[in-house]
């Protein structure tokens, strides 16, 4: 045979063998697709670890609630769960709940007769409705909670523990009003805490009589501190400030800035019935006010809100959402409802102001202003 003729031969017999290997391995192959993990950026080290899977959860936080006053004929048509029916949706995407609820949920006690504006709301009612809407955690440090006396305050604490809600910043004394409550989401252990710096004075608590935790500077420091030994994330509400006002009060600014110094990683603010500032502190947030959530008042000045919604990843805050309502009862019949388009700009445009003012940039993302932490 001539040489030309055997390498001939010889490459047909080995085009056949490799054929017949790619052939077997076709056969074995799995079918689904198969995704190329991106190369390293240059000098990243090698790492033969698996990549841990990230852990992600959301605390939601309201502005004041109040279901009384004016709202009440409403309620008494439409029931108690009429006035979160829009918004519930956007609550159970978190986990955990939070609003300040203003004044007792009671059937009894004697009215304080000092004070001109007095609130409470049916228990059976409300306390239920608050939970079907997603509440699990509420805020009693504000100057309603004793609008009926120490009687209303015990009432309001027994009908939301009857239906699961936890209630921090009130109590039958001092040292209870200061009581941190602790919840879990996330596999994080997280403190709440709350504290109020409105009159009447005779509402406050103390270490024998009944009211709400006043906000003395070395009460929040020291609370603060002792709830971050032993939980992975506090926050801390405040009740303060002035109604229908912008502007922050000097206090304001110190003790928010005390709470993150002390170890909490976000303030959230209420009493104004309007939103005030955002402002990014170290790596905590502070909301100054959340303005109204669902009001019984068909107050002029208290018009847009927001729903506050804090992404936590690996027990980090790593976003603040803020979600623009429009709770001008004028309109919407104590029945807050999103906003969207150009109504939810315009309450983002007034947010970006007000924190650009607090060296804090928010950034226009869907319809929501949007402060992203982990960078």
Known sequence: MSLSKALGHSLRRLTVAALSVLA??????????????ALPAP?????????????????????????????????QKYGYDYPFELLSPILKQAQIVFGNLEGPLTDDGAAITTKQYLFRSPPDKV??????????IVSLANNHSLDYGAQGLDDTRAALDKVGIRVIGAGRNLAQARAPVYMQAGGAKIAFLAYSLTFPEEFWATPDKPGTAFGHEHFVRADVAAARAQADIVLVSF????????????????????AIDA??????????HILQGVERYKDGVILYSLGNFVFGSYSAQATRSAIAMLTFRDKRL??????????????????????????ANQVIEQLQQMAQERGTLLRNHNGAAVLTLEN
Not at 127 to 133: D, E, G, V
Not at 239 to 258: M, N, P, S, T
Request: hydrophobic share 45%; proline share 8%.
């Open 318 to 343: 790593s976003e603040l959402r803020m979600l623009p309502i429009n709770v001008k009862n004028a309109e919407v019949v104590f029945q807050s409802k999103p906003l969207a388009g150009a109504d």
């Open 24 to 37: 077997a391995a076709c056969a074995t192959a799995p079918t689904e697709k198969v995704s190329i993990p």
């Open 127 to 136: 306390a239920p409705a608050l939970a079907r809407a997603g509440f699990n």
């Open 239 to 258: 009740h303060w400030g002035q109604e229908g006002k912008i502007d922050l009060r000097d206090y304001q600014v110190q003790l928010a800035h005390a």
């Open 263 to 272: 170890g909490a990683v976000a303030v959230l603010g209420h009493h104004p």
């Open 43 to 75: 000098g990243t080290p090698p790492s033969t670890a698996a990549v841990a899977k990230v852990v992600e959860f959301r605390i939601a936080a309201v502005g004041d609630i109040m279901l009384g006053g004016s709202a009440t004929p409403e309620m």
